[in-house]
Antibody
Framework: EVQLEQSGAEVKKPGESLKISCKTS????????IGWVRQKPGKGLEWVAM????????RYSPSFQGQVTISVDKSVSTAYLQWSSLRASDTAMYYC??????????????WGEGTSVTVSS | DIQMTQSPSTLSASVGDRVTITCRAS??????LAWYQQKPGKAPELLIN???SLESGVPSRFSGGGSGTEFTLTISSLQPDDFATYYC????????FGQGTRLEIK
């Protein structure tokens, strides 16, 4: 069974850094895209970024390019999303999801439970 | 970016009703469309990919159709478990989602 286990809720102050994680199991980590989707409170879904662990190909949504960094550690089958300087507008639930499809064109077939990120002074 | 527009934004219906949600793309996306269901406080779940291909385990009362710029998600006979928010997502290019349709109990 494919599973995506996300790290716990975070409460941070503006300007702080953060790295959240998504540990995968049940499939070959290097053979599928893995990425992140944002959902602000009471709002819809926004695709953030995807990475292909097999060759480290990375794709960002234009809306998030330069704002976040996606990475993986193949040794532990885990994906990460990180911020160097958080803003209040980053407050949201972040879901990791496995991507299916070709480069740049994915749908998400398995989702993690979400990591809540709250940024407040 | 390809813009996705769902209608209606909110739909009130009763158990046993047949309901249809529409999703329109700002340009042709062929059949590269997925539908998701999200319940309050939960992660989205994939229902349909390639416009009409039902995911394993999804009840057959769900069906998807359309191609090009107009797509539909139909639930043939609403069950209590179906009251949720539904999102379409195109993957003809960088993924974009519709704004969601909240299906509520009448």
């Amino acid at each position: 069974e494919v599973q995506l286990e996300q790290s716990g809720a975070e409460v941070k102050k503006p300007g702080e850094s953060l790295k959240i994680s998504c540990k995968t199991s049940g499939y070959t980590f290097t053979s599928s895209w893995i990425g992140w989707v944002r959902q602000k409170p009471g709002k819809g879904l926004e695709w953030v970024a995807m990475i292909f662990p097999g060759d480290s190909d990375i794709r960002y949504s234009p809306s998030f390019q330069g704002q976040v960094t996606i990475s993986v550690d193949k040794s532990v089958s885990t994906a990460y999303l990180q911020w160097s300087s958080l803003r209040a507008s980053d407050t949201a639930m972040y879901y990791c999801a496995r991507g299916v499809g070709a480069v740049g064109n994915y749908y998400m077939d398995v989702w993690g439970e979400g990591t809540s990120v709250t940024v407040s002074s | 970016d390809i813009q996705m527009t769902q209608s209606p934004s909110t739909l009130s219906a009763s158990v046993g009703d047949r309901v249809t949600i529409t999703c329109r793309a700002s340009q042709s996306i062929s059949i590269w469309l997925a539908w998701y269901q999200q319940k309050p406080g939960k992660a989205p779940e994939l229902l349909i990919n390639k416009a009409s291909s039902l995911e394993s385990g999804v009840p057959s009362r769900f069906s998807g159709g359309g191609s090009g710029t107009e797509f539909t998600l139909t639930i043939s006979s609403l069950q209590p478990d179906d009251f949720a928010t539904y999102y379409c997502q195109q993957y003809r290019s960088s993924p974009t989602f519709g704004q969601g349709t909240r299906l509520e109990i009448k």
